[in-house]
């Protein structure tokens, strides 16, 4: 038995699907693939899947990864990813078939790039509003965690926001803490972005990569 | 992608239903296609998407060369109100296309309460919904599956009903239209010819007459139209279409597994029961045909889990032979096999051993009457003794829950009746508690699910009244209080849309405006508890002056002319008057198997009838 990562993409309308459909769809991918997996010993047999760090509905994935357990000496890692490709839809892509360097507990980091376009006003006017969503002495966001809300200041982690306008979207990139200890997602961004500024805008995201505390690429 | 489509779909819940794109959908290229076929199921995307007949007929149709049969849902009230505020119309999950497009608009009529959905659907789609006010061939609607057995209400809305089951018939009215489409034909030309394909109805090719006291007086047919209509079925189940693959669900729908039908129709008669009566004479398919299935199914969907579907699939002659050839791959490939309808009075420790020997599910029984004089007069042929022996049996294989469901209100029906369901219930208790090898610390659970009986066409009970939605609340408030202890779980179904359930199942046109006047008062989801709202429902029959009760507790007497009667589902009326005299005596009748009653299906030459018993 040997634990392999599976990288795959999370495209088009793919991001509809919620975490938990993504986890009922692949097992029946898996299946149908008919790679030899390894299987739990309980009275309810199931295949071993962790997925890296779960993407939010409504966002896409461009290297989003689940770790599989095969049995090794029945199948190569090429034949894993090839069986897959024909198992998933095309809005899931399989990218690479790997084996795990980093533990998905180590995930501190995620990078993100949004594409704001407005349903009101012009690409203009939404880029001043961000700016002053910016400028603002704090931006207070509400998150709903284990323990009930949590409000906190957003405003410390938008330092390494950038963006740039292009036609008439605004491209935002940022850096946001993610994984088990401490998550943040960037739709709060552009949740306060709507609330403490009015602004009006359809939002497309995309999750890019994830990083350890070191800002070392997830592998 | 429909345009706007994406800037709503993550303002509601979620957002997995209205985008398509799932495994085994089938997308054609549509210069290549002159039929465009919009499948609708009128309700939303997880029930319709557990739905075998639609899967069926999906895959039936798009086997066509020219042919394009696409799902259409009922989308849920908040993704409803954003289209209608954004001018998206209803489109078809496939090609993302306006179903007002397209040529043929089918729906399927599981259960009545589900016809508001269909008013809205057609609405939403930007479709006239009177049939009179559409013109040209195109947006012809068309409806079958269970309830059109009585169409009538639905008679204004839907230029024609298919009656009984759609493999072939589908396939033949598809390709009818085709030659007309070709032709320039008109719509009444082309209803005109629909009308002889064998089990198609047209309602607009009938006049109603009804006489001083609200009955009908006289059903007639015009312009070259069958004085009756007969259901159409399969005889050979063997080599009747059944799809290779299905559509897989992204999202977690209601019955989220393969399912194999074991075979069609029913050998019981239980008297309430239209399903029994409707798709009659049983028929089965081998052992080879279902493994086969199965196995394909399972290839092309990924799932691990089968279901073995039927009326009663405890009743098929070789469930153990087929479960002894499942095993011989299911177990290797961790996939759990289930039984959804299981008898009470032939369930065995072997069934039990097999279906259990890789997954386990709960186990649920249907003795429907709490005593065994409503078991008799219900035709039910199921003894305490039975029941008694098989929670035994469950309980001494480590089951601990138990769900039973009954009905109330049925004919002849006393409180004492209905304190026989607490009373069962407790029996059944005291059989775990009876039971030697039971582990310790372990507890029983029972659950008594009561729903209200609905009188329906094409069964012996449909010339009885309901019961009012007083009487009903007085019967479950009796069966609460009978129950003593706390290991006994008591629901029961809201009366309020069991009364609005049983109007429609017996009703005529005269419900077409009715519908109408709901449909424009916002009725819709009549399924759902959360949606349905009888006061509202009460205010359309007032506004067109139709009395519910006239339809849902008025005794009919048997010589009145039913609404359904110039339809023909192969069981006669004097069968079901016979039977329902037999029922007021508590009189039982044999099943199918053990000596033929009679009641007319054999003159679909085929099935049970013609079986060696």
Not at chain 1, 93 to 111: F, L, N, Y
Not at chain 1, 157 to 163: M, P, R, T, V
Not at chain 2, 199 to 221: C, H, Q
């Given at each position: 038995m040997k634990t392999v990562r599976v990288w795959f993409r999370k495209t088009g309308a793919a991001c509809y699907i919620s975490h938990l459909d993504l986890t009922h769809c692949m097992a029946r991918a898996l299946h149908r693939s008919r790679i030899p997996l390894w299987y739990t010993q309980g009275f309810n047999p199931r295949a071993h899947m962790v997925f890296a760090l779960p993407l939010p509905l409504g966002m896409e994935g461009a290297r989003e990864s689940v770790d599989i357990k095969i049995e090794e000496e029945q199948i190569t890692m090429e034949e894993v990813q090839e069986r897959l490709i024909r198992s998933l839809p095309a809005t899931l892509p399989v990218i690479a078939v790997t084996e795990p360097k980093m533990k998905p507990g180590k995930i501190a980091w995620a990078s993100y790039r949004l594409r704001l376009e407005p349903e009101q006003g012009s690409v203009e006017e939404l880029a001043e509003k961000l700016n002053a969503l910016l400028a603002q002495p704090e931006i207070p966001v509400d998150k709903h965690t284990k323990s009930g809300m949590a409000h906190f200041d957003l405003k410390p982690y938008l330092e390494e926001l950038s963006a740039s306008q292009e036609k008439e979207t605004l491209k935002l990139s940022l850096f946001l803490p993610a994984g088990s200890e401490k998550n943040i997602s960037p739709f709060l961004l552009t949740e306060a972005l709507t609330a403490q500024q009015e602004a009006m805008f359809f939002c497309r995201s995309v999750r890019t990569n994830l990083y350890d505390a070191d800002r070392k690429i997830f592998e | 992608m429909v345009p706007g489509l994406e800037k709503i779909l993550l303002k509601v819940q979620k957002p997995g239903r209205y985008v398509g794109g799932e495994l085994n959908s089938v997308i054609k290229d549509k210069d290549a296609v002159d039929i465009r076929f919009a499948f609708c199921f009128p309700d939303i995307y997880e029930v319709g998407m557990s739905h075998l007949g639609m899967k069926i007929l999906y895959s039936c149709l798009n086997r066509m060369e020219g042919v394009w049969c696409e799902r259409v849902f009922a989308p849920w009230t908040d993704m409803e109100a954003l289209m209608r505020e954004r001018d998206i119309p209803l489109y078809a999950l496939e090609s993302g296309d306006p179903v007002k497009d397209f040529d043929i608009i089918g729906f399927t009529l599981q259960y009545e309460l589900s016809y508001s959905n269909v008013l809205n659907m057609l609405d939403l789609a930007g479709v006239p919904l009177l049939a009179s006010e559409r013109r040209g061939l195109s947006q012809l609607v068309v409806a079958g599956g269970p309830?059109?057995?009585?169409?009538e209400p639905l008679a204004d809305f839907v230029d024609l009903f298919f009656l009984g089951e759609g493999e072939e018939m589908d396939c033949e009215l598809v390709e009818l239209y085709r030659a007309h489409k070709k032709k320039g034909s008109s719509r009444e030309e082309f209803l005109r010819e629909a009308a002889h394909i064998p089990g198609v109805y047209v309602p607009s090719l009938y006049e109603v007459k009804y006489g001083e006291d609200g009955t009908i007086a006289s059903v007639t047919p015009h312009s070259g139209a069958p004085k009756k209509v007969t259901k159409r079925l399969m005889l050979q189940m063997d080599q009747s279409f059944f799809p290779k693959s299905f559509v897989v669900p992204y999202l977690e729908i209601v019955h989220d597994r393969a399912v194999a039908e074991v075979f069609r129709g029913c050998i019981r008669g239980c008297r309430f029961c239209q399903a029994g009566f409707l798709y009659r004479p049983l028929r089965e398919k081998s052992v080879e045909t279902v493994n086969r299935q199965c196995r394909s199914l399972c290839e092309t969907t990924g799932y691990d889990e089968i279901s073995l579907s039927s009326?009663?699939?405890?009743?098929?002659?070789k469930l153990n032979s087929l479960l002894d050839e499942l095993l011989t791959w299911t177990k290797e490939e961790k996939t759990g096999i289930s039984l959804p309808s299981l008898r009470v009075d032939n369930f065995s420790t072997e069934v039990m051993d097999k279906i259990s020997s890789v997954r386990r599910s709960g186990l649920t029984f249907a003795p429907e009457a709490g005593t065994q004089r409503l078991r008799d007069v219900i035709n039910k042929n199921v003894t305490e003794e039975e029941l008694m022996k098989t929670v035994t049996t469950a309980f001494s294989g480590g089951w601990s829950s138990v769900k039973l469901y009954f009905m109330i209100g049925l004919p002849t029906e006393t409180l004492d009746d209905v304190a026989g369901i607490a009373a069962l219930g407790q029996k059944v208790v005291d059989a775990f508690y009876a039971n030697p090898n039971k582990k310790k610390g372990k507890g029983v659970s029972v659950t008594l699910s009561a729903s209200g009986f609905v009188p329906k066409a094409f069964t012996p009970f449909q010339w009885e009244p309901q019961d009012t939605i007083e009487m009903l609340h007085e019967k479950q408030r009796h069966l609460v209080s009978s129950v003593t202890t706390r290991k006994i779980i008591c629901n029961y179904h809201d009366a309020d849309t069991s009364f609005m359930e049983a109007v429609f199942a017996r009703g005529d046109r005269r419900l077409g405006p009715v519908l109408l006047e709901a449909h424009r008062l916002g009725c819709k989801f009549d399924g759902w508890n959360d949606y349905f709202s009888l006061a509202r429902w009460r205010q359309a029959f007032e506004a067109c002056g139709v009395s519910p009760e006239f339809y849902a507790n008025r005794r009919r007497s048997f010589d009145e002319i039913l609404p359904w009667d110039h339809l023909d589902y192969g069981v006669s009326k004097e069968f079901f008057r016979r039977e329902c005299e037999k029922a007021y005596a508590a009189s039982t009748t044999p099943n199918c198997r053990e000596k033929c009653s009679a009641c007319g299906a054999a003159c679909f030459q085929g099935g049970i009838c013609y079986e060696n018993r």
């Amino acid at each position: 038995m040997k634990t392999v990562r599976v990288w795959f993409r999370k495209t088009g309308a793919a991001c509809y699907i919620s975490h938990l459909d993504l986890t009922h769809c692949m097992a029946r991918a898996l299946h149908r693939s008919r790679i030899p997996l390894w299987y739990t010993q309980g009275f309810n047999p199931r295949a071993h899947m962790v997925f890296a760090l779960p993407l939010p509905l409504g966002m896409e994935g461009a290297r989003e990864s689940v770790d599989i357990k095969i049995e090794e000496e029945q199948i190569t890692m090429e034949e894993v990813q090839e069986r897959l490709i024909r198992s998933l839809p095309a809005t899931l892509p399989v990218i690479a078939v790997t084996e795990p360097k980093m533990k998905p507990g180590k995930i501190a980091w995620a990078s993100y790039r949004l594409r704001l376009e407005p349903e009101q006003g012009s690409v203009e006017e939404l880029a001043e509003k961000l700016n002053a969503l910016l400028a603002q002495p704090e931006i207070p966001v509400d998150k709903h965690t284990k323990s009930g809300m949590a409000h906190f200041d957003l405003k410390p982690y938008l330092e390494e926001l950038s963006a740039s306008q292009e036609k008439e979207t605004l491209k935002l990139s940022l850096f946001l803490p993610a994984g088990s200890e401490k998550n943040i997602s960037p739709f709060l961004l552009t949740e306060a972005l709507t609330a403490q500024q009015e602004a009006m805008f359809f939002c497309r995201s995309v999750r890019t990569n994830l990083y350890d505390a070191d800002r070392k690429i997830f592998e | 992608m429909v345009p706007g489509l994406e800037k709503i779909l993550l303002k509601v819940q979620k957002p997995g239903r209205y985008v398509g794109g799932e495994l085994n959908s089938v997308i054609k290229d549509k210069d290549a296609v002159d039929i465009r076929f919009a499948f609708c199921f009128p309700d939303i995307y997880e029930v319709g998407m557990s739905h075998l007949g639609m899967k069926i007929l999906y895959s039936c149709l798009n086997r066509m060369e020219g042919v394009w049969c696409e799902r259409v849902f009922a989308p849920w009230t908040d993704m409803e109100a954003l289209m209608r505020e954004r001018d998206i119309p209803l489109y078809a999950l496939e090609s993302g296309d306006p179903v007002k497009d397209f040529d043929i608009i089918g729906f399927t009529l599981q259960y009545e309460l589900s016809y508001s959905n269909v008013l809205n659907m057609l609405d939403l789609a930007g479709v006239p919904l009177l049939a009179s006010e559409r013109r040209g061939l195109s947006q012809l609607v068309v409806a079958g599956g269970p309830c059109a057995c009585n169409p009538e209400p639905l008679a204004d809305f839907v230029d024609l009903f298919f009656l009984g089951e759609g493999e072939e018939m589908d396939c033949e009215l598809v390709e009818l239209y085709r030659a007309h489409k070709k032709k320039g034909s008109s719509r009444e030309e082309f209803l005109r010819e629909a009308a002889h394909i064998p089990g198609v109805y047209v309602p607009s090719l009938y006049e109603v007459k009804y006489g001083e006291d609200g009955t009908i007086a006289s059903v007639t047919p015009h312009s070259g139209a069958p004085k009756k209509v007969t259901k159409r079925l399969m005889l050979q189940m063997d080599q009747s279409f059944f799809p290779k693959s299905f559509v897989v669900p992204y999202l977690e729908i209601v019955h989220d597994r393969a399912v194999a039908e074991v075979f069609r129709g029913c050998i019981r008669g239980c008297r309430f029961c239209q399903a029994g009566f409707l798709y009659r004479p049983l028929r089965e398919k081998s052992v080879e045909t279902v493994n086969r299935q199965c196995r394909s199914l399972c290839e092309t969907t990924g799932y691990d889990e089968i279901s073995l579907s039927s009326l009663s699939t405890s009743d098929y002659s070789k469930l153990n032979s087929l479960l002894d050839e499942l095993l011989t791959w299911t177990k290797e490939e961790k996939t759990g096999i289930s039984l959804p309808s299981l008898r009470v009075d032939n369930f065995s420790t072997e069934v039990m051993d097999k279906i259990s020997s890789v997954r386990r599910s709960g186990l649920t029984f249907a003795p429907e009457a709490g005593t065994q004089r409503l078991r008799d007069v219900i035709n039910k042929n199921v003894t305490e003794e039975e029941l008694m022996k098989t929670v035994t049996t469950a309980f001494s294989g480590g089951w601990s829950s138990v769900k039973l469901y009954f009905m109330i209100g049925l004919p002849t029906e006393t409180l004492d009746d209905v304190a026989g369901i607490a009373a069962l219930g407790q029996k059944v208790v005291d059989a775990f508690y009876a039971n030697p090898n039971k582990k310790k610390g372990k507890g029983v659970s029972v659950t008594l699910s009561a729903s209200g009986f609905v009188p329906k066409a094409f069964t012996p009970f449909q010339w009885e009244p309901q019961d009012t939605i007083e009487m009903l609340h007085e019967k479950q408030r009796h069966l609460v209080s009978s129950v003593t202890t706390r290991k006994i779980i008591c629901n029961y179904h809201d009366a309020d849309t069991s009364f609005m359930e049983a109007v429609f199942a017996r009703g005529d046109r005269r419900l077409g405006p009715v519908l109408l006047e709901a449909h424009r008062l916002g009725c819709k989801f009549d399924g759902w508890n959360d949606y349905f709202s009888l006061a509202r429902w009460r205010q359309a029959f007032e506004a067109c002056g139709v009395s519910p009760e006239f339809y849902a507790n008025r005794r009919r007497s048997f010589d009145e002319i039913l609404p359904w009667d110039h339809l023909d589902y192969g069981v006669s009326k004097e069968f079901f008057r016979r039977e329902c005299e037999k029922a007021y005596a508590a009189s039982t009748t044999p099943n199918c198997r053990e000596k033929c009653s009679a009641c007319g299906a054999a003159c679909f030459q085929g099935g049970i009838c013609y079986e060696n018993r």
